[in-house]
């Protein structure tokens, strides 16, 4: 007879808390073996997630309490990775929304939350990081409570159970004045408020894929839930494909979930979530069904990107020096490898054959994209990002975001004046009793682009901005740009201390002495909106005269460090990124330099 089930998943915005709960609620469910060394961040498997501290891909694990199988979805935090949380709220019937104690629900915890009402789920609210200092917890369930109202909740939604935990210490509990020291009552919670999964064993097999996977043994690995049916290791069974034709295939290998390892079983009925081998063109939102009755469940539905950008083969002077696959079929192959898993990101060939247009979510999931490529070897140049236009009722439309910024009261006039040139649109405002305030706008989505580093200088570093997409909206009208020019070297060569030293008062620069240089490159910001080309690879004249200054030490200003999300923010529409494994270069599309 088969365990009892709970499929839930797991809710939060980005620095929430989130993976180290999870941790906590592994760590206390008995998966490892006694002394056996134990991870911090045990689902963010991915390099460049426990980098940046975020989750990127949703990853699934099990454990048992109380003689049931709880199934634990963990969801990607950030809007930009929505493709990733509309498939998997799919596999679930309940799910923990993570609100931290001090900030309350941030408006990713928003487009998540939005998705999951949308499709009729309960949460259970956890108020994590109560153990903090400045934590109002029961403020942040009056928060929590607003939002689901605004988000159109029904009346059970919006009676949701709530708990007080910290992830990091390993307790929750229901009353704040109560002594806890484990997660028992948030195991107990997902037991009482999650339901069971429904679904019918005895009808005919339903299994929609959700996730997809590939291994060097096995090939591509579908990951999904069981809506219907039973299924079997080494049965036949069909996969029906996104424009109806059906694919005949045998499982040859049918895997459960088991902690954080997939374990080998025999069959699995209704309600499970599984890891299926032998459909090698199984794609997203598809059904493995039964080859005698095949019937298919409603396809899943994914926002559209909003943002673009051209990824081309590098043809910089350097092209082809550090990277090991340079060539378009190296590139276009790697991109058409990417869509098989990546949901939201679409690719499309343009009239060069060196060119690629790359459309996603946002800066961050092109630039996760993109960072990934790099790390793997491969070497390319991108464009601008550019916003996706759509026509709504014959009128041209333009997506707008959420955007909230928490910043010092100092900051406040010149956030609001900065937002106000790039057509923002204040929504709220309110007056926290620390210091700070918190500033919500909605905003055309080109209006943010380049915004990021501008607003760590009017805040001086100590502001926080997050935003998610709201809707598409009538186009609003060119955005003036208001960025410097830069500055262009005009020789290839490496730069010397001495020609950055003389030029110091012409602007701020990216580069250090004994950086290689080519004709065109862009290795710094000029200080007027010109651009400038400027000779950074002259040296000093030697002479058998000594200089009077001649011991004295001196120094650069220190360089803006130009990492590859500020480069993709900071370029213009006449300039590219080129991308390589060990560098990240701006340049101007046309080598043509202006005559001074």
Known sequence: MSLPIRN???????????????????????????????????????????????????????????????????????????????????????????????????????????????????????????????????????????????????????????????????????????????????????????????????????????????????????????????????????????????????????????????????????????????????????????????????????DEPTLQMTFSVNDSPFAGKEGKFVTSRQVRDRLMRELETNVALRVEETDSPEKFSVSGRGELHLGILIETMRREGYEFQVSQPQVIYREVNGQPCEPFELLVMDVPEDAVGGCIERIGQRKGEMQNMQVGTNGRTQLDFSVPARGLIGFRGEFMRLTRGEGIMNHSFLDYRPFIGEIEARRNGVIIVFEEGVATFYALKNAEDRGVFFITPGTKVYKGMIVGEHNRPQDLDLNVCKTKQLTNHRSATGDELVQLQTPVDMSLERALEYIGPDELVEITPESVRLRKVSKKLVKR
């Open 8 to 302: 839930v998943a797991i809710i939060a915005h980005v620095d929430h808390g989130k993976t180290t709960l999870v941790d906590s609620l592994l760590k206390q469910s008995g998966i490892f073996r006694e002394g056996e060394e134990v991870p911090d961040c045990v689902m963010d498997s991915n390099d460049l997630e426990r980098e940046r501290g975020i989750t990127i891909l949703s990853k699934n694990t099990a454990v048992r309490y109380k003689d049931t199988l709880i199934n634990i979805v963990d969801t990607p935090g950030h809007a930009d990775f929505g493709g990733e949380v509309e498939r998997v709220l799919g596999m679930v019937d309940g799910c923990l929304l993570i609100v931290d104690a001090n900030e309350g629900p941030m408006p990713q915890t928003r487009f998540v939350l939005k998705k999951a009402l949308e499709k009729g789920l309960r949460p259970i609210v956890i108020v994590n990081k109560i153990d903090r200092p400045r934590a109002d917890p029961h403020a942040a369930v009056d928060k929590v409570l607003d939002l689901f109202i605004e988000l159109g909740a029904d009346d059970d939604q919006c009676d949701f159970p709530y708990l007080f935990a910290s992830g990091l210490a390993g307790y929750a509990k229901k009353e704040l004045d109560v002594e806890s020291t484990d997660m028992q009552c948030l195991f107990d919670a997902i037991l009482d408020h999650v339901p069971p999964p429904v679904g019918d064993p005895e009808k005919p097999l339903q299994l929609q894929v959700t996730t997809l996977d590939y291994s060097e043994y096995l090939g591509r690995i579908v990951v999904g839930r069981i809506h219907n049916g039973v299924i079997r290791s080494g049965q036949q069974a069909a996969i029906v494909k996104e424009d109806g034709s059906i694919v005949k295939s045998k499982i040859s290998k049918l895997m459960g979930f088991e902690g954080l390892a997939r374990i080998d079983i025999e069959e699995a009925a209704a309600g499970n979530l599984v890891a299926v081998a032998g459909f090698s063109d199984a794609n997203i939102g598809e059904t493995i069904t039964c080859p005698n009755e095949p019937q298919a469940l409603p396809l899943i539905k994914v």
